[in-house]
């Protein structure tokens, strides 16, 4: 696992659109693997920015980690009304070519099976982008999820809940349910950059670095991935032994 500290939150958002803007450009129909929450939205702008000065998404194929479960696409606080919001509207995808869970699809099981198929048809994914929850999780996989687990409904940890209500008008408003890649699906991808910002998230970052590789650390799993890169600003390194 390689480490890249930089100085602050636009020195991350900027380092993750340079490998985004590499890999398209190597691979002109790269398939992107997508997170939503806070952390990427400095690299979604930095993508538009590029966009404007001729990045080209014409050809890419993009699967973002999760959606919470029982919001559809209109609802303002579902991944799919961020993504579109944050990213897809601005730029030049197909939309036929973005992938997020389906949310409210009445059969959770049928849509995960999907969703898996769906990642293989497009050949895997090239680079996937993650944050890290401040329980270590990655997607939604929290605590203690299996390190073999591939697409599945799960049960959000109530830190979570208590994390994302920001997104929300009152806490009762949060889902307690999502569809998430797994844990396999997230080490099937060929390159993985996990990015995290601010002394929040520093307990986490050292615990995914350094910590054993556990299931109660679901970011510890990185440990084992052959080409992973966490993309770090100074606050979010500071339990980090410096050399
Ligand atoms: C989002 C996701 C989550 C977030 C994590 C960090 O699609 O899968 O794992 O990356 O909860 O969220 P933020 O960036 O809001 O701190």
């Known amino acids: 696992m390689r480490v890249k500290i930089v100085k602050d939150y636009k020195a991350i958002s900027e380092a993750a659109a340079d490998v985004v803007e590499a890999a398209l450009k190597g691979k002109p129909d790269l398939v992107l693997g997508l997170a939503t929450g806070s952390t990427p ?49 601005h730029i030049n995808i197909d939309p036929a070519n973005t992938y997020i869970p389906n949310g409210i699809n009445p059969d959770p099981m049928e849509e995960c099976k999907n969703y898996e198929t769906q990642m293989k048809t497009a050949g895997g994914i090239d680079l996937q982008i993650l944050g890290i929850g401040t329980n270590g999780h990655i997607g939604f996989n929290e605590p203690g999820a299996p390190f073999g687990g ?22 009762d408003e949060v889902p307690r349910q999502a569809i998430s890649m797994g844990i ?14 601010g002394a929040h998230k520093a307990d986490a970052v050292s615990q995914a670095l350094l910590g054993p590789v556990t299931e109660k650390l679901p970011a510890s799993v990185l440990q084992l991935h052959p080409n992973c890169l966490f993309i770090i600003d100074e606050a979010a390194a500071a339990k980090l032994p410096i050399t």
């Open 41 to 89: 939205l400095g690299m979604y702008e930095e993508l538009i920015k590029r966009h404007q000065g001729g990045m080209d998404f014409s050809k890419a194929t993009t699967f973002n980690l999760d959606e919470y479960f029982g919001l559809s696409s209109d609802h303002q606080a579902s991944y799919h009304y961020y993504m579109e919001e944050q990213l897809f509207r």
């Open 150 to 171: 591939t697409t599945s409904l799960v049960d959000l940890a109530q830190e979570t809940v208590n994390a994302n209500a920001r997104f929300f008008q009152k806490l």
């Open 184 to 197: 396999k699906s997230i080490m099937n991808c060929a390159e993985i950059v996990l990015l995290a910002n």
